[in-house]
T-cell receptor, first 112, second 117 residues
Framework: AQSVTQLGSHVSVSEGALVLLRCNYS??????LFWYVQYPNQGLQLLLK??????LVKGINGFEAEFKKSETSFHLTKPSAHMSDAAEYFC??????????FGKGTRLSVIA | SAVISQKPSRDICQRGTSLTIQCQVD?????MFWYRQQPGQSLTLIAT?????????ESGFVIDKFPISRPNLTFSTLTVSNMSPEDSSIYLC??????????????FGPGTRLTVT
């Protein structure tokens, strides 16, 4: 069965600092991987996805993620955090015909 | 991408009652999904709804508690029946992208925030 583990339920960074949100997956077949963002009182918005093309994926709002098969990881990064990046971030995986499975989420706080 | 709306956006209900949540999509889609997000938790898939067939429920969710309708390719409803405080959650519907570039992507509605007292 596929699964997603997000390390750190809460990450706090200073404005302008590097953002790193960690995601590790487990899948018996090549996965498709996603990062979603949820702003307060809103639904989920797709940030980026990996679908077996380039391993470095660029998304919206300056975020990117790198698929590393050897480490079964898909960590999300952004070089410089903005106050507007404060939100909940979810990593998700789908493989084969299984439904999309979400990690528990990481809440990102940005300190001025 | 698809634009998805949900009604109501939030509600406060008494235990033992039922609430029907509506989900409307701006384009025709084959599959629609219903998720539950309990307070401070991640999303859990309740069921997948295909037009013209019975919904497929995930482990731990049953049709008597969460009946789903899918009358056409742009609309679905989820009913939360005989509610208890444990049903207090955000309920989200989503659809899958249909074009090549959006394959496997899912787009989410804004959610319905339900509080059961």
């Amino acid at each position: 069965a596929q699964s997603v583990t997000q390390l750190g339920s809460h990450v706090s960074v200073s404005e302008g600092a590097l953002v790193l949100l960690r995601c590790n997956y487990s899948s018996s077949v090549p996965p498709y991987l996603f990062w979603y963002v949820q702003y307060p009182n809103q639904g989920l918005q797709l940030l980026l996805k990996y679908t077996s093309a380039a391993t470095l994926v660029k998304g919206i709002n300056g975020f990117e993620a790198e698929f590393k098969k050897s480490e079964t990881s898909f960590h999300l990064t952004k070089p410089s955090a903005h106050m507007s990046d404060a939100a909940e971030y979810f990593c998700a995986v789908i493989s084969g015909n299984t439904p999309l499975v979400f990690g528990k989420g990481t809440r990102l706080s940005v300190i001025a | 991408s698809a634009v998805i709306s949900q009604k109501p956006s939030r509600d406060i209900c008494q235990r033992g009652t039922s609430l029907t949540i509506q989900c409307q999509v701006d384009s025709q889609v084959t599959m629609m999904f219903w998720y539950r997000q309990q307070p401070g938790q991640s999303l859990t898939l309740i069921a997948t709804a295909n037009q013209g067939s019975e919904a497929t429920y995930e482990s731990g969710f049953v049709i008597d508690k969460f009946p789903i309708s899918r009358p056409n390719l742009t609309f679905s409803t989820l009913t939360v029946s005989n509610m208890s405080p444990e049903d207090s959650s955000i309920y989200l519907c989503s659809v899958e992208g249909t074009s090549g570039r959006s394959e496997y992507e899912q787009y989410f509605g804004p959610g319905t925030r339900l509080t059961v007292t």
